[in-house]
């Protein structure tokens, strides 16, 4: 099976502007996390979609915003952008058979640097 | 809120030392989940523990997970220069989400 895949892969910004971040899932599967990552401060959770409504949701503000389409594929778009918005954004998909956390398989990830 | 945390934050070792990190949770957890990233990629899923004081193998890899099922370890013997990258720890929240720890990162001198 093909793996996470997402969109663009490198991004260059300017503060103010919005972005917007593809992420594909592995195929059958339902679930899709966003993180965002940067150094020193691990894997921070932005949200997670299940069947198109999102379940669970980070601390992050609301200029964060996510959605999920009906053949599980999702974006994220964070408008209004902040210096430190700069970080590699992270999807993550997995089966969710059980409603339990269950593995998380990664994509390559979106480096989004803001000037 | 539910926390994940992990020490040491960084670790040097000789290529051939051994390593240990630690992954403690403020709650009890259901599973835990162990995932490497190497430098510049992104995180891959080495494993995930289910029972308590359960403890699994991969080659020079040791995972434990503790007997109340707050705490867990990863060990690796003889560290080799493939072992460098960062491991995260991580256990499902009540809502169901994961929470990851912070990571620890693992240099490795040949």
């Known amino acids: 099976k093909a793996g996470v895949t997402q969109t663009p892969r490198y991004l260059i910004k300017t503060r103010g502007q919005q972005v917007t971040l593809s992420c594909s899932p592995i195929?059958?599967?339902?679930?899709v996390s966003w993180y965002q990552q940067t150094p020193g401060q691990g894997l921070q959770f932005l949200f997670e979609y299940f069947s198109e409504t999102q379940r669970n949701k980070g601390n992050f503000p609301g200029r964060f915003s996510g959605r999920q389409f009906s053949n599980s594929r999702s974006e994220m778009n964070v408008s209004t952008l902040e210096l430190g918005d700069s970080a590699l954004y992270l999807c993550?998909?997995?089966?969710?058979?059980?409603?339990?956390?269950?593995?998380?398989?990664f994509g390559p990830g979106t480096r989004l640097t803001v000037l | 809120g539910q926390q994940v945390m992990q020490i040491p934050q960084y670790q040097h070792v000789q290529e051939g030392e051994d390593f240990t990190t630690y992954c403690n949770s403020s709650t009890t957890l259901s599973n835990i989940q162990w995932y490497k990233q190497r430098p510049g990629g992104h995180p891959v899923f080495l494993i995930q523990l289910v029972k308590s004081g359960e403890v699994k193998k991969q080659k020079r890899l040791t995972f434990q997970f503790g007997e109340a099922k707050k705490n867990s370890s990863l060990h690796i013997t003889a560290t080799q220069t493939t072992d460098v990258g960062t491991y995260f720890c991580?256990?499902?929240?009540?809502?169901?989400?994961?929470?990851f720890g912070q990571g620890t990162t693992l240099q490795v001198k040949p």
């Open positions: 993550a998909s997995s089966l969710e058979l059980a409603g339990v956390a269950d593995t998380q398989y």
């Open positions: 195929s059958g599967h339902r679930s």
């Open positions: 991580a256990g499902p929240s009540n809502t169901g989400k994961l929470i």
